[in-house]
């Protein structure tokens, strides 16, 4: 096989012991993949293999697993992307099915960003250490489906019923969700998250209102409650403590090095939607989720994104697509350029991708941004990571 070209400076490999990926690499020969393995230390192991079957050809900087744009250390903010497209899940194994949620790392602060069906393999991910192969978050379904089915067991018991049950995982889950809005594609991936049901798990949600209702009172009316749901939300085992956040508002986030500064403001989507600004140790990431443009809130796309490190952001159509979608409360292609080229950030990662995009669409969007703006674009998929 004929190597020559390839370069991974872009991959990064994931660290975890025991893992293997296959990852696209940034100028690799055509047809080519390389398959990473992360040993104990972060230590790993390339080799190359011929992809004939999925037909993918990964010559495009867009497939590069991550993106390092500074020195590995503690002083960086680390993006993973769990959930990548926007409006439902679907079952594409190239970009993945999982709808939006993200998380970033500031030193000891855990931020998860969303809760769409992302939220699933990060929770199987974060409880990974105590279960055996093969356990999947069905295992959660399966024991509420017959323990609930067994005569005498009552609904507000369960909590406490799913804490014993999965005990013997290694927990202490901390995290900080934000969320965008609470439409279901970001907010019904809680229902499997594991840690949920944990005693040991703290999570401290930071928002603001949605149609007037805070996220908990979102959680508690239509999460977390039957018959949506058989466990209410005030008998979850986990610890959940809220913060309001008012449009506009700038607040901080504590971690074990300094405190990373956060800037939200509304967005143009139906029901609220709110993009982020987060400002740590020199680095700035902005994240903007669902909106459309063509609305006065367009200007703050642009503060968010003005000079960012990174930008994250929502680009589900294509200019042909937009236009049978206008008022879907979706931006443009087109649009995202123009946004970009006023912003001016360094690196933009689009995410939110159509449900019916293929890998071509969604490879083409992000193409479309960068010429038109002149600024380093590449699309998030799902697995991905940026270390800014």
């Known amino acids: 096989m004929d190597t020559r070209g390839a370069v991974w400076n872009s991959c990064l490999a994931k660290e975890k012991e025991n893992t293997c990926w296959y990852i696209p690499v940034h100028d690799a020969g055509e047809g080519m993949l390389s ?20 037909g993918r050809t990964p010559t495009t900087k867009e497939d590069a697993m991550a993106h390092v ?42 931020v998860i960003l969303d809760t769409g069906s ?95 209702l805070t996220v908990p009172e979102v959680m508690e009316r ?11 939300w005030k008998f979850l085992a986990s610890t959940r403590t809220h913060r309001q956040i008012e449009p506009g508002e700038r607040f901080t986030l504590e971690t074990d090095r300094e405190d990373v500064k956060v800037w939200m403001l509304p967005m143009n989507h139906p029901n609220q939607a709110y993009g982020y600004r987060f400002e740590w140790k020199g680095k700035v990431v902005a994240i903007t989720m669902d909106h459309e443009h063509g609305h006065a809130y367009d200007e703050n796309i642009v503060k968010l994104a003005s000079e960012a490190d990174l930008w994250v952001t929502e680009a589900q159509y294509t200019d042909e ?43 083409q969007i992000a193409r479309t941004i960068e010429e038109a703006a002149g600024v380093d674009t590449r699309f998030a998929w799902q697995g991905s990571e940026v270390r800014v």
């Open 222 to 232: 239509f999460v977390f409650a039957p018959p949506v749901f058989p466990v209410p």
């Open 118 to 212: 992302g939220m699933i393999d990060l929770g199987d991910e974060l409880l990974s250490p105590a279960f055996p192969p093969g356990t999947s978050v069905n295992d959660v379904e399966a024991f509420m489906r017959v323990w609930l089915s067994e005569q005498g067991h009552k609904a507000e018991d369960l909590g406490a019923a799913l804490a014993d049950r999965f005990q013997s995982c290694n927990g202490g889950v901390r995290a900080t969700i934000i969320t965008s809005h609470v439409h279901g594609d970001h907010l019904y991936g809680i229902q499997a998250f594991k840690p949920v049901f944990r005693p040991d798990t703290r999570l401290h949600f930071v928002g603001a209102t949605h149609d007037g």
């Open 321 to 363: 697509q937009y236009a049978k979608c206008r008022g879907f409360g979706h931006i443009s292609e087109s649009a995202a350029a123009l946004q970009a080229k006023e912003a001016k950030p360094r690196l933009i990662y689009t995410a939110h991708h159509d449900p019916n995009a293929g890998y071509d669409t969604v490879q």
């Open 69 to 110: 744009l500074g020195q590995d250390g503690p002083s960086q903010i680390i993006v993973r992307f769990y959930g990548v497209r926007g409006s439902f899940p679907t079952g594409d194994a190239r970009i993945g099915g999982h709808t939006t949620c993200l998380t970033l790392r500031f030193g000891s602060q855990f």
């Open 35 to 54: 398959k990473l393995s992360t040993a104990p230390l972060g230590a790993f192991l390339v080799a190359w293999e011929a992809d004939d079957a999925s």
